[in-house]
């Protein structure tokens, strides 16, 4: 066999490069996509709580969109091109939502939602996108757990964000940080 079709060299390569990525990549940032924004507009003192509520979800959309849209969504997705080659590798993740209320001394709402990442779901993007690109299936999965994730979060915090209202600690500075984590299983 000459060296270049030599099986053992090729993985040999293949774990040199999935190690030196994973080296350059960070210390388990790599596996993160977060999304931050900063609402630094009051609303009027007369507001309702109803208008009040609608100020904070749009402040959670706008860091889900950045979320979505980041280059680090881009990267995890790329972490997935060898799911569909194993058929037992998956992935676990998260997402929070954190919410900061910055002018009030009221302490960080906070809620999570896990997800769980098949290969059986790589191949049902790869139906519906039509392309054989796993970073692009992956990225259609990651942003639909995104979604859900920030969805599934918001409701559990949406209790505590309505005694925040109450205690009006949303007339301030408002700051929102939706992340998403994911990792192999192993």
Do not use: C, W
């Amino acid at each position: 066999m000459s060296y270049r079709t030599n099986p053992d060299r090729i993985l040999e390569n293949i774990d040199r490069q999935r190690s030196r990525l994973e080296e350059g990549l960070g210390g388990g940032l790599d596996r993160q996509a977060i999304g931050r924004e900063l609402d630094t507009e009051l609303p009027d003192v007369d507001a309702t709580n109803p208008e009040r509520l609608k100020r904070i979800f749009a402040i959670v959309e706008r860091a889900y969109a950045k979320a979505a849209q980041g280059r680090e969504l881009g990267k995890l997705a790329a972490r997935f091109r060898a799911v569909g080659d194993i058929p037992d590798h998956h992935a676990r993740g998260d997402v929070s939502v954190s919410i900061q209320y910055l002018d009030s001394e009221r302490p960080d709402d906070v809620g999570m939602a896990p997800f769980e990442i098949l290969p059986e779901r790589l191949v049902e993007a790869k139906k519906e996108t039509k392309t054989s690109r796993p970073d692009i299936n992956a990225m259609k999965v990651l942003r639909l757990e995104l979604r859900n994730g920030v969805l599934a979060a918001y409701k559990k915090v949406e209790p505590r964000i309505r005694d925040a209202l109450r205690d009006r600690a949303d007339m301030g500075h408002v700051a929102v940080q939706v992340t998403m984590d994911v990792r192999p299983v192993e």
